[in-house]
């Protein structure tokens, strides 16, 4: 088992950034392909980004290419989303999502992912 919590989440204006972090525990982090997702109410549940177990590899969901980056910190058993240019239709639910898997892989589908996090809610005002 893995636990995943996400923190970084709130309020900030059009244009603005924030920094998301996803920390892990419970098994060897390192280990995991790590996905962020959002989900708006009303909406289902879309992939932003992901990343493999190394960093080497890295997927981004086309309306967050150029402004969102993904990465890790496998010493410190975090994943992190840096969001800039933030727009109005990024406010949603974020969740980080781990699976144990070796190699290049990642997925954009939810239901690859074993473990999810609670969410962090981003909120981008006009």
């Known amino acids: 088992q893995v636990q995943l919590v996400e923190s970084g989440g709130g309020l900030v204006q059009a244009g603005g950034s924030l920094r998301l972090s996803c920390a892990a525990s419970?098994?060897?982090?390192?280990?995991?392909?790590m996905g962020w997702f959002r989900q708006a109410p009303g909406k289902e549940r879309e992939f932003v980004a992901a990343?493999?177990?190394?960093?080497?590899?890295?997927n981004y969901a086309d309306s967050v290419k150029g402004r969102f980056t993904i990465s890790r910190d496998n010493t410190k058993n975090t994943v992190y989303l840096q969001m800039n240019s933030l727009k109005p239709e990024d406010t949603a639910v974020y969740f980080c999502?781990?699976?144990?898997?070796?190699?290049?892989?990642?997925?954009?589908?939810?239901?690859?992912?074993?473990?999810w996090g609670q969410g962090t809610q981003v909120t981008v005002s006009s």
């Open positions: 990343i493999n177990w190394s960093g080497g590899s890295t």
């Open positions: 999502a781990a699976r144990d898997i070796f190699g290049t892989f990642t997925s954009q589908d939810t239901s690859w992912y074993d473990y």
């Open positions: 419970g098994r060897t982090f390192s280990s995991y392909a």
